[in-house]
């Protein structure tokens, strides 16, 4: 009789021990998904707020600028790939032309002194600048939230309860070469 | 490339598991001098225990619920004005940083003094305020700064403050607890010693050296909490400016630069990214901070 009490307190305890162990694996699942979501709007945000500055800029160098007509129509050619993108890798592509784009106006905008030492053109450099940085920093943390979920999803045990869950590895963005690396941490 | 991350993140949980074995010997050890301040004394040790319990607990919470507003007024921070083009661009630098690590923007202040260095503190990352001095505006460059926001994001992303706080808490109850009980068994120890047996004697001698030692123990124990934390948000930092030399040279500035215009009291020293006090207390065994020497070292091996 003992025995049988003992024995069913044990397998009672596992079975208890198993579902809440289930329970914050799920819970965990859902966190990491919703955050890549975030992380992903998060990048669009930045997107269209880049894109949001180019009329600006294009208005400011129009009067400095009239000789470099092929630097201006590129910018303005990246944007309107920006604005149309249809999915994230798109999206994100088109960006980098902009990238290239806007460096190649900003080292031309050096050869015009009267540009440079307009207020509203450095601010706007200022602001194009923070703008790109941010962009990459989404991006890093975009990929950063994908590896923790794959993580999640793919090492043993979770990966039983995640095929159960349906849930799938998600595609990182493919970032340009010119990107920074992660850095080897060794202690 | 996705294999690098991987490295670091199980690094970084292999620090916060230490920590946390490291917070609950500072626990133990708490209870153990209550404990043994209740054998000397004769007395039942739960009711040390029953007294004792709330009032550290009091104690830590009082110093938790003020924690941001004395640090702010001990530096004599103000909020950063974003007309000013160095304090535009370090509040876009936060800004870039919450971005990489996903949290909400903390609120941007700045100190002024001559000297390079920062600090973070909040309870939680809603809450978090991350503070540059001017002279770390003016002497920094864009690289540089940017490691040594990547650094004061990773302390708040990794709760330090919080456990600094509470650490705090305990050191300072375990020196104010033991400083009671030597001087208690001045006046009732010779009592509890005729009563009990010659064999005790011993236990007792233990006991008292245990008190004697406790708070030195616990101050070391905190000292080695925080230089760990230091390490760890320089390699946190890192990982999230992906970037490792912009905060190695940022250190090296700072250590070629003198600290002579320190501000805020010593209580809050512990917060900046290096020690705004004399050189020479840098790098002693005291210090609440690692070498600056052998941070630029481990940020130079990533």
Known sequence: MDLMLIIGLIVLLIVVGILLWFFSYYNRVIRYENRIDNAWAQIDVQLKRRADLIPNLMETVKGYMNHERGTLEAVTQARSAVMTAKNPQDSINADNMLTGALKTLFAVSESYPDLKANQNFLQLQDELTHTEEKIAYSRQHFNDSVLQFNNLIETFPGNIFAGMMGKKERQMLQIPEASREVPKVSF | ?302
Request: aromatic letters at 6%; one cysteine or more; hydrophobic letters at 45%.
């Open chain 2, 1 to 302: 490339m996705a294999q690098q991350p991987k490295l670091i993140e199980d690094h970084i949980r292999k620090n916060k598991l230490d920590t946390l074995v490291i917070c609950l010997f500072m626990v133990i050890l708490l209870f153990s001098v209550i404990f043994a301040i209740g054998y000397i004394l004769g007395a039942p040790p739960i009711l040390t225990m029953m007294l004792a319990l709330p009032l550290a607990i009091f104690y830590i919470l009082i110093t938790y619920s003020f924690s941001i507003q004395s640090v702010i007024s001990a530096a004599g921070a103000r909020p950063a004005n974003p007309q000013n083009r160095e304090e535009k661009m370090l509040i876009y630098k936060v800004e870039e940083m919450s971005i990489a690590s996903g949290l909400p923007m903390p609120k941007v202040y700045v100190q002024e003094s001559r000297d390079i260095n920062a600090f973070a503190t909040g309870h939680k990352p809603q809450d978090s305020i991350i503070c540059a001095t001017t002279g770390a505006l003016q002497q920094l460059n864009s690289e540089e700064l940017e490691g040594v926001i990547g650094h004061e994001m990773s302390h708040i992303r990794n709760r330090d403050i919080l456990v600094m706080t509470v650490t705090v808490g305990v050191v300072g109850a375990i020196a104010l607890i033991a400083e009671i009980a030597l001087r208690m068994m001045f006046f009732t120890g010779g009592r509890n010693s005729d009563r009990k047996g010659g064999g005790n004697i011993i236990v007792l001698v233990i006991a008292i050296i245990f008190i004697i030692l406790a708070p030195i123990f616990s101050r070391l124990t905190y000292l080695a909490i925080s230089r760990r934390r230091e390490y760890l948000a320089d390699a946190d930092g890192a990982y999230l400016t992906r970037n490792p030399e912009g905060l190695a040279k940022a250190l090296e500035k700072i250590k070629g630069d003198l600290p002579d215009d320190p501000k805020g009291s010593k209580t809050v020293a512990p917060l900046y990214i290096a020690n705004p006090y004399k050189r020479a207390l840098r790098d002693s065994v005291w210090s609440t901070h690692p070498p600056l020497d052998e941070r630029i070292r481990r940020l130079r091996s990533m």
